[in-house]
């Protein structure tokens, strides 16, 4: 589907100018499945990812309910004409945005968030009027028909379009001919290199893009942090989907005063960590990895850091089973160097790495010392003191004495900044992106008052009109109460003079 099919065109044409009411008639019929399909979807989402069922239930299905909420709730809200001042020399006329959908938008997704990262485009975009076509990963196209049956279903019982969801499922060319296929808007996550690419491709037809790339997100203990908090959000950051996580915390930079308790804790909690299939029978805190060789590229990059003098506290080694699984143990490092690959590489596996700071300035400057600026984490009693720290970090999210709550909060933008992309999905700015702002201005009582070009200023202007016009900047713009006076009298003047030419 594109804007130019004929059938599909005219489909597109019509949920564009559909209401509200059914808009969340069909959120609110995906929202019932999926509560009561919780167990199902996990299950997919898990033989897919590899990750444990729990993490699938926090990452998958909370979020994607937690997002459809917030459209129920406050979506209509931000889409409805928004009024805006006229300004001053404007003071009569009315002014306003209007939202109006892009028409269809692309999105390619990966596979480390198999559900969720095809209805996180999906609830946004047919809420605010567009059609969508998604590109799964060629890793995850197994539980994206499940999935788009779900969706299929949905639009069938709200008597919306069939086609206007549609999955793609391929390799590279499949998304670069969604890119280049007369979509009005893409949107891409994944990898930076790639991102590079579509931005190319999409450059040919000026197809705006949104690119949320890689992240090696920093994490700050302040030296006043309540361990009792940090540590175990920590572990969560770095463990949480093996740390198969565009936002997943990377570094954990920690003051020195409360650095060996800090990695005592976590060295604790880390060798107690169990690994293995996640719906092999038993509980499991770390799943497998996706994607083929990246097992063995996290471990290419602990053993580039041990060569470089790094010590590994637990785990740093690849497992294998009888089945062929991809695992690599949940690991802790010690006393990496920004000098170090792995310092400046995202590693997109269950490695934590900590490192010790002096001071916030150093702990600041570590943290900017990185290609990437997705997001981050500070822990401190004070909470202002995080605030002030927090500010200074190069990062499109920032959140406080906690991880990544900036993305349950589906008020707020995702995005970052340098490597990690651009423009934001989710959010308030995320859901009018899938649409085009249209500036609108009228005379705000034309029975009364209505917008004409003085005499002397329409064709062929007269003598007066350019001091006209510099009276009229000084009498409205003027810093104060005598020049304002000065431009009024200007153009009284102009505007007499004018009369008497006239006559």
Not at 468 to 483: A, D, K, N, P, Q
Request: charge should be positive; glycine fraction near 10%.
């Amino acid at each position: 589907m594109t804007k130019r099919g004929g059938q599909s065109h005219h489909h597109v044409q019509a949920w564009k100018k559909s209401p509200f009411r059914k808009r969340k008639q069909l959120l609110k019929v995906l929202q019932q499945y999926i509560i009561e399909h919780q167990d199902e979807i996990c299950r997919e989402a898990s033989r897919d990812s590899g990750k444990p069922m729990v993490d699938a239930a926090f990452g998958e299905v909370m979020v994607t309910c937690e997002k459809i909420a917030w459209l129920l709730r406050e979506g209509e809200r931000y889409l409805k004409p928004e009024r805006r001042s006229p300004g001053v020399m404007m003071f009569y006329k009315s002014a306003r945005v209007e939202y109006h959908p892009l028409g269809v938008v692309g999105a390619i997704v990966p596979w480390n968030y198999p559900f969720h990262n095809v209805f996180n485009p999906l609830t946004a975009a047919i809420f605010a009027g567009n059609a969508l076509v998604i590109k799964v990963s060629e890793h995850a196209s197994w539980s994206s028909r499940y999935y788009g049956r779900i969706i299929s279903a949905a639009l069938s019982a709200v008597g919306a379009p069939q086609d206007l969801v549609q999955i793609v499922t391929g390799y590279s060319e499949a998304g670069s001919a969604l890119v280049t296929g007369g979509v009005d808007k893409v949107i891409f996550v994944g990898s930076t290199g790639v991102g590079k690419a579509v931005m190319r491709a999409a450059a040919l037809s000026l197809t705006p893009v949104v690119l949320e790339l890689g992240g090696k997100d920093a994490f700050i203990v302040c030296e006043d942090a309540d361990l009792s908090q940090a540590v175990p959000t920590a572990l969560r950051g770095a463990f949480q989907s093996c740390g198969q996580n565009c936002a997943g915390a990377e570094r954990f930079i920690v003051h020195r005063k409360v650095y060996d308790r800090f990695v005592s804790s976590a060295v604790e909690v880390a060798k107690q960590l169990r690994q293995g299939h996640a719906l092999g029978g038993r509980p499991v805190d770390c799943g497998a990895m996706c994607m083929p060789g990246l097992a063995e590229k996290v471990g290419q990059l602990v053993e580039d850091a041990v060569h470089g003098g790094a010590k590994v506290l637990v785990g740093g080694e690849l497992l294998t089973d009888e089945a062929g699984g991809q695992f690599y143990a949940p690991t802790v490092l010690v006393g990496v160097r920004p000098s170090m690959r792995i310092w400046k590489e995202e590693v997109f596996g269950p490695v934590m790495v900590i490192v010790e700071c002096g001071s916030d300035d150093e702990a600041v400057s570590m943290a900017n010392d990185c290609p990437f600026g997705l997001g981050s984490a500070v822990f401190s009693r004070s909470p202002a003191h995080a605030r002030s720290i927090g500010t200074r970090l190069e990062a499109g999210m920032t959140s406080i004495n906690d991880f990544a709550t900036t993305y349950m909060c589906q008020s707020l933008p995702f995005g970052g900044v340098k490597d990690s992309g651009f423009d934001r999905f989710a959010g308030i700015e995320g859901l009018r992106g899938m649409c085009t702002p249209k500036a609108v201005c009228e005379d705000r009582f034309p029975w009364l008052m209505r917008t004409d070009i003085p005499p002397l200023l329409q064709y062929p202007v007269g003598d007066s009109a350019f001091p006209f016009v510099c009276g009229l900047i000084s009498m409205f713009y003027g810093l104060s109460l005598r020049e304002n006076f000065r431009g009024l009298c200007s153009v009284i003047s102009c505007f007499i003079g004018s009369k008497k030419v006239s006559r």
